[in-house]
């Protein structure tokens, strides 16, 4: 039975099958005015028709916006998956503001999409197009390992997941994506030496997986078959479409030309040439960036960028990715003291921006002594790790790479704490184990319980979260025992009171293997319960 393995990446979704033995790359197809393209990335794009309704998915939508540009109408999306941050705070696509701030006009032009409603749409057309392959039998069900980022939020992991199966894949399970590729690349090194998985010496892994959205780090220990993610870490905001960005602003910077100066239209236009130029650096042959903005109706003489400038541009963008390299090594090593920056740990390099010769240079003078890899697969090695996966060769276990928690009074209601539940690092149960719990207690303060989740990298010296924190939803229900559980209460009902402090609440939390967090709330003086998913409603 053939399986697969797809990493649904914020330029291109990639999918591998395995079928009796052998690993392919899932090879899709477009018919344009020209002939067929084939090609093995899907991009994770979509171009709507906001008159009609209409929308393209993939390798159409990027076909017909690449030809036709949108029209007034048209909306093209081309990262999709950077929108499921917001989707913690809501579900529509990032809110116009945000959207802005980050110059993304089309999600501006978005709030009203239902960004699950597209993201299972964009998923049908790529089930579609992996049955239009030929590659898999179409009475087949499409049995899938899926991938997201480490630093995923957990309101991003459910609704990937929810997406793919209300798109018809049967998902059996899901991993980080830089362990996919700490898998992949053991496998490689495996199969390339001819040594029994059995016989190889335990070591680490640290990878940095560099896309067109997102920054991954995680340090996997390898022993056999088992790859336990020991540390993870990542910048969500952070990959090659702020690398285009940054090489256009540079453009209009020597053309005089603000960005607010341009259509829609036109800045998607400039910022694809941007991007195929930055990708000519990892030739080796070229030096400087072009661009003739008379090519895009622009009334400015040609110019051209050094690239060592363009460089000076991104090594501070790339400065955090390598301290959050080191951070994850280093708690990497306090759980398994083996772990140790010498030639004995690999660094592997991965994902589209890995390309860029600065990636390579900036990673090995961090680690001078450890063996920096460049993936020959960039692109399809997330996928392909995942595809391993779904064949049950190896067995592996991920960690929480950030603290979840929620938000607590004290001081009797004069202040706030961070109660957090699941701390980093802590090891997300395997497929087929029980799911972890926690179990918590709490004297209630007010009338209500009002419990506030969140996650984030840090905690400040005040107690409080810090550093990328993502609100996740808020819930609400009745500590007065004479209330049902779902009586229906806002925050706007929450009154301190003393009244039920002696009636604690008992809080479950339960994580499966997914990283997916549901807590059930008891009532003992009752003896009642209520089960919520945590994610926003
Ligand atoms: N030769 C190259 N040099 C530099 N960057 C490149 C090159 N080729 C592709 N890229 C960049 O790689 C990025 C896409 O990489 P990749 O497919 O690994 O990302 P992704 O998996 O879709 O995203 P993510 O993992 O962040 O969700 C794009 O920004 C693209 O411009
Ligand atoms: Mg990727």
């Known amino acids: 039975m053939a399986r697969l393995g797809i990493d649904f990446g914020t330029t291109n979704t990639v999918a591998v099958i395995h079928d009796r033995g052998v690993f392919s790359v899932v090879l899709h197809r477009a018919d344009t005015g020209a002939g067929t393209v084939v090609q093995d990335v899907f991009p994770s794009a979509i171009l709507i028709d906001r008159l009609s309704g209409e929308q393209w998915f993939g390798l159409e939508a990027d076909r017909l916006f690449g030809q036709r540009g949108p029209g007034p109408h048209h909306v093209f999306l081309p990262s999709l998956k950077r929108h499921l941050w917001g989707y913690a705070e809501g579900h529509s696509i990032a809110s116009g503001h945000e959207a802005r701030a980050r110059g993304c006009e089309a999600a501006a032009a978005l709030e009203q999409f239902d960004i699950a409603r597209l993201l299972t749409g964009f998923l049908q057309s790529l089930a579609d197009s992996i049955r239009a392959s030929g590659m898999i039998d179409p009475a087949e069900p499409l049995e899938t390992v899926i991938t997201w980022p480490a630093n995923a939020n957990g309101a991003q992991r459910y609704i990937t997941r929810k997406c793919f199966r209300e798109a018809g894949f049967d998902v059996r399970s899901t991993l980080n994506e830089p362990t996919a590729s700490a898998i992949e690349l053991a496998d490689c090194i495996t199969a390339g030496r001819g040594v029994r998985k059995d016989d190889r010496e335990p070591s680490a892994v640290a990878v940095f997986d560099l896309g067109g959205g997102t920054f991954d780090a995680s340090v996997v220990w390898i022993e056999g078959d088992e790859f336990e993610v020991l540390a993870s870490g990542g910048i969500e905001d952070l990959g090659g479409d702020d690398f285009d960005r940054t090489l256009l602003d540079m453009f209009l910077e020597r053309f005089k030309l603000s960005d607010e100066a341009l259509s829609p239209l036109t800045r998607h236009a400039l910022l694809r040439q941007a991007r195929s130029q930055k990708e000519t650096i990892a030739g080796g042959v070229v030096r400087s960036l072009f661009l003739n903005p008379l090519d895009f109706g622009l009334d400015c003489s040609p110019v051209s960028i050094p ?45 589209g921006s890995a390309k860029l010769p600065l990636v ?44 979840f928690g929620l938000l607590r009074l004290k001081d009797n209601g004069q202040s706030e704490v961070f109660d957090i539940i699941f701390p980093a690092g802590t090891p997300i149960p395997r497929r087929g184990e029980s799911p972890l719990e926690r179990c918590a207690w709490y004297h209630p303060r007010h009338n209500i319980g009002h419990l506030r989740y969140l996650e984030c990298t840090s905690v400040g010296v005040n107690g409080l979260p810090d550093g990328n924190v993502r609100h996740w939803s808020d819930v609400f229900f009745p500590y007065d025992p004479v209330l049902p559980m779902d009586h229906r209460v806002s925050a706007e009902d929450v009154v301190p009171t003393d009244r039920f402090a002696d009636m604690p609440a008992c809080e479950v939390y339960r994580c499966d293997s997914d990283g997916v967090i549901t807590v059930e709330l008891r009532r003992p003086t009752r003896n009642d319960s209520r089960v919520h998913e945590i994610y926003r409603d």
């Open 307 to 351: 690239v060592d400038a363009y460089f000076e541009r991104i090594i501070p963008m790339l400065k955090p990715a390598i301290a959050t390299l080191r951070k994850v090594i280093l708690s990497a090593a306090a759980r398994e003291p083996r772990v140790r920056t010498g030639p004995e740990l690999t660094v592997y390099l991965v994902g």
């Open 360 to 403: 390579a240079r900036m990673v090995s003078d961090a680690f001078p002594n450890c063996r920096v890899i460049l993936t020959d697969k960039p692109f399809t090695s997330v996928a392909m790790g995942a595809a391993i996966c779904a064949t049950d060769r190896v067995t592996y276990r991920d960690v929480f790479a950030r603290h």
